[in-house]
């Protein structure tokens, strides 16, 4: 069992930067892809970015790249999301999630989530 805790979402002007972390609970930690995930008002949940086990492997979605940067530190259990040149339309509340595999995470197919934070962009 893995629980997820997000922080660091709010309030920022477009073009800032935030950066989210995720804290898991669990030995297994390092033994689990990690992702991002958001959903905006009156959309589906969107995968954002994935991180393999090791963190030798990312993946993002097209929206973010070059943009985000997911991280992980397996010593601290937890993952990050680097959020910079931020814009209106990012603004979501983001999930972090656990999975077998960046690939898994990629089809938002995730064994764990968090409960959300939420991200605002204003211009």
């Known amino acids: 069992q893995v629980q997820l805790v997000e922080s660091g979402g709010g309030l920022v002007q477009a073009g800032g930067s935030l950066r989210l972390s995720c804290a898991a609970s669990?030995?297994?930690?390092?033994?689990?892809?990690m992702g991002w995930f958001r959903q905006a008002p009156g959309k589906e949940r969107e995968f954002v970015a994935a991180?393999?086990?090791?963190?030798?492997?990312?993946l993002y979605a097209d929206s973010v790249k070059g943009r985000f940067t997911i991280s992980r530190d397996n010593a601290k259990n937890t993952v990050y999301l680097q959020m910079n040149s931020l814009k209106p339309e990012d603004t979501a509340v983001y999930y972090c999630?656990?999975?077998?595999?960046?690939?898994?995470?990629?089809?938002?197919?995730?064994?764990?989530w968090g409960q959300g934070t939420q991200v605002t962009v204003f211009s």
């Open positions: 999630a656990a999975g077998d595999s960046t690939s898994g995470l990629r089809l938002g197919v995730p064994n764990y």
């Open positions: 991180i393999s086990w090791s963190g030798g492997a990312t």
């Open positions: 669990g030995r297994t930690f390092s033994s689990y892809a």
